[in-house]
């Protein structure tokens, strides 16, 4: 037992030297040759835990503290099991681990923290971080901190909550990138701008004095600070930057998955429908293993329905459908996934199963009405049902006063030459207006729209509530009182009468403007000429003989040499020789040949040469100098069927002629 108990110390001691060198590999094995003599022991079990977690094998370490549960008690390794599950991205069973520790150390809050991020429950977090700062004083206190400024900023992007100033200081570029994350989410743009180029700063210089680090580590660094700058310039519009520096965060190949992925969607949201090819190899980056662990729901949301229409722009209606199918069992009360198989039956040209799908939606779903009435009312535009879509406007409630929908009704109405129902809009609006908002100056705007609109079609009479209103709103109005007294003309010619005293006199009407400054200015387009001044009696000037305008005489056009005046013009002569009636086409030439048509043997050629009366006609020629003994005569018996150009040797047939008789 003694050599026993001093080889066991021996192995503790063996085990405290590693554990100080970083040596878990070899702390571990004592530790097992320990665990050999005493199975039970819980200070052993405890470091081979802590050992397994050291070298990453953290299924294994939990193996262990679930096989010697009842050795460790609920307490002593509560920490060591939460770490493990939170590592094994087992997040809820971790937060259990937690709360049912008895007694809460400081490791644990710092890992509920943690934990409470993973779950996205920020408020909770929030609280407990505020804590941690609050009441510890160590070497970690810029950790937490930074991971505060990111529990702010994950409020300030998914829950749209307004941030609170915490006072941290910006002295780390995390600090100050988590600083622009949340003015991002505040829709600040240029301001996180400059704080992520602040940020990229820090970090060259933090990394630049640590002489291990190469150039490409500090790349590899920035380049979530870079991709978040790229973000903030496709919201700015400025789309061909952000692409080209999201391009530069691909090459780099960060290990960050979760990177990778938002970068990916990112460029394929900019491909929209076009560059389908290089939006097919992108989303292969969003299907990385373990994405999910590194992002928030609502990213991992935006990236499945930007999968589910690049499947619809890729012309794949099968796998569209299925994702979409995925999307609906996933957010079963969320509209896009809807909206998303609505056009995939548009583009398939189903715009009837379309508007039904849209109609039971938002039946079972009336909290998105609106979005999906909107879209249905579109799908009636396209199909020529403007009345439907009018009703179907008309029928959402938040929206139905709003400025917009009242003007695109009265327009689509107009279109349609449906005025009582446009005016019954208007009536509805001022109404609303009038108990809800009656100070409101779109209020004021919206009778005086409604006021035109009836004097535009002709409906004076109804326009006369409305015109007294905006009248006694502003009774200096002069223009809407005329229009007052015009609609009253109709209607009751003695109120007219009474209206028309208030409008002022002719002198309070004139201005005093100079005229003739005002027509030699430079804005005017015409200038009156003034008279010149008459300094004397100028008599008129008696018109001599030279002074008569002459009239032109206008010459006769020339005719051509051969015209006959006599004759009647050709009345076509003004067609091309092709369209007259009397062409009837070009004449061949009568010394062209046509090869293979006659009887067997037969030439057009040789008929023309033994022709005695086409001979006789023509007088002999002698040949030029130098060609009567050319060796270019070829012999009758080897001559071939002549062709055009043989017209041209007939002077030296005609002289064989002449000398031997011919054959």
Known sequence: ??????????????????????????????????????????????????????????????????????????????????????????????????????????KLKELYGQVLYRLERYEECLTVYRDLIRNSQD??????????????????????????????????????????????GQGRLPEAMKKLQEAEELCRQSLSEDSDMTEEDIDAELAVIHSQMAYVMQLQGRTEDALQLYNQVIKLKPTDVGLL?????????????????????????????????????????????????????????????????????????????????????CREKQHSKAIELLQRFSEKHPESASEIKLTMAQLYVVQGHVTKACDIL???????????????????????????????????????????????????????????????????KEAISDLEQLWKQNPKDIHTLAQLISAYSLVDQEKAKSLSKHLPSADKMSFNVDVDALENSHGATYVRKKAAKVTGEILPKEKGPGDIKKKKKKKKGKLPKNCDPKATPDPERWLP????????????????????????????????????????????????PGTAGSSNVVPPRQQKPATSGATRKKPQQKKKKGGKGGW
């Open 261 to 345: 992925a938002v970068t990916a969607n990112n460029i394929i949201t900019i491909n929209k429908d076009q560059n389908v090819f290089d939006s097919k190899k992108k989303v292969k980056l969003t299907n990385a293993d373990g994405v999910e662990h590194k992002l928030a729901k609502k990213q991992m949301q935006a990236i499945d329905f930007n999968k589910a229409l690049l499947a619809m722009y890729t012309n794949q209606a099968d796998q569209c459908r299925k994702l979409v199918a995925s999307l609906q069992s996933q957010n079963p009360g969320h509209p896009r996934p809807v909206l998303i198989q609505v056009s995939q039956l």
């Open 1 to 106: 037992m003694a050599s026993g108990g001093g080889t066991i110390a021996a192995l503790w001691t063996e085990v405290n030297r590693c554990g100080q060198s970083g040596d878990f590999t070899r702390a571990l094995k004592s530790v097992n040759k320990i665990l050999q003599e005493c199975r039970d022991d819980v200070t052993a079990l405890n470091c081979k835990v802590v050992c397994l977690i050291q070298n990453g094998n953290f299924k294994e370490a939990l193996n262990v503290i679930h096989t010697h549960n009842k050795v460790f008690g609920s307490d002593v390794i509560a920490f060591e099991k939460a770490y493990c599950e939170y590592r094994l991205n087992r997040v809820e069973n971790a937060l259990k681990t937690i709360e049912s520790a008895s007694q809460q150390t400081d």
């Open 394 to 460: 008309r029928s959402i409630e938040d929206l139905k006063h709003k400025q917009g929908m009242i003007s695109a009704l009265v327009t689509m109405y107009s279109h349609e030459e449906d005025i009582d129902s446009a005016i019954d809009v208007f009536s509805q609006a001022i109404q609303h207006y009038q108990e809800h908002q009656p100070n409101l100056s779109a209020y004021l705007s919206l009778v005086r729209e409604a006021a035109n609109f009836k004097l535009k079609y002709g409906r004076k």
């Open 139 to 184: 070497d970690y206190e810029e950790e937490r901190k930074t991971n505060l400024s990111a529990v702010v900023a994950a409020l300030s992007a998914w829950e749209q909550a307004p941030p609170e100033d915490l006072g941290l200081p910006e002295t780390s570029y995390e600090l100050c990138y988590n600083s622009a994350c949340t003015l991002i």
């Open 577 to 624: 020789m092709r369209e007259r009636s009397y062409y009837r086409g070009r004449k061949k030439g009568k010394k062209k040949e046509q090869v293979g048509k006659g009887t067997q043997g037969a030439t057009s050629g040789a008929s023309g040469e033994l022709d005695a009366s086409k001979t006789a006609s023509s007088p002999p020629t002698s040949p030029r």
